[in-house]
């Protein structure tokens, strides 16, 4: 039976999926919340998210750390996901404070800009969690590279570069996408790209870091995929 695999990431209008089909490109869709997309899965045997899935009670997690070692230089597109306590706070003052209580490290702004799509996608994963799980386009282009990748992602030749790597696993994004066209052109590749680790997800060839995954206080397993 031909796998039915999405792969989904965050912009800043809200979210971009990409769905295959026996490995090759299907369609894309764009949606401002992550629920819209998972309601319209039907059939779909795993859709990869490209946001972290699942937070610590009082320290970073293992998974950002061995994600961020693969991807080298890399490195720094990995959100390093504070404790859970930071993320309930209402405001960055409150939640920079909790931040260095607990782990003695700051906490930066940038991860605070994308607390709404974190915890919309991690409410998800807990009602749905052998449906839903993480992955990092960069780790998954890595991947496919077999080594770090020399461009980044938005400047013209590292993206030809991604889209060329998704050519080879056999996904051929056309240049017409009609209204997921929309979306910036790197949110499109990270999308395909975990999907493609959706893909391997489905069909029990992905990689996990780290192996094996972090064992959360809430009986849940955190790991990014590829």
Request: glycine residues 10%; proline residues 7%.
């Amino acid at each position: 039976m031909s796998v039915h695999a999405i792969g989904v990431d965050a912009y800043a209008l809200g979210w971009v999926g990409v769905e295959l089909r026996g490995g090759a490109f299907g369609r894309a869709v764009l949606a401002s919340t992550l629920y819209e997309i998972v309601a319209g899965s039907s059939g779909a045997a795993l859709i990869g998210v490209g946001v972290p899935l699942g937070m610590l009670p009082d320290r970073f997690r293992a998974a950002d750390t061995a994600v961020a070692d693969q991807l080298g230089p890399g490195g720094s597109s990995v959100l390093r996901v504070p404790p859970r306590p930071v993320w309930m706070a209402h405001d960055f003052a409150t939640a920079d404070r909790r931040c260095r209580e607990l782990t003695g490290a700051s906490l930066s702004r940038q991860s605070w800009a994308r607390r709404h799509q974190l915890l919309e996608a991690n409410a998800l994963w807990q009602r749905h969690p052998k449906l839903l799980f993480e992955a990092h386009p960069e780790l998954s282009f890595r991947t496919m590279a077999g080594t770090q990748l020399s461009h980044a992602k938005k400047t013209w030749t590292g993206q030809e570069l991604r889209r060329a790597l998704l050519m080879k696993q056999g996904i051929v994004l056309p240049d017409r996408l009609g209204p997921a066209g929309q979306a910036p052109p790197d949110g499109i590749l990270d999308a395909a790209a975990v999907a493609w680790s959706a893909h391997r997800m489905a069909t029990g060839t992905a990689n996990c870091y780290p192996d094996p995954p972090e064992q959360a206080g809430d009986g849940s397993c955190i790991a990014t995929w590829s």
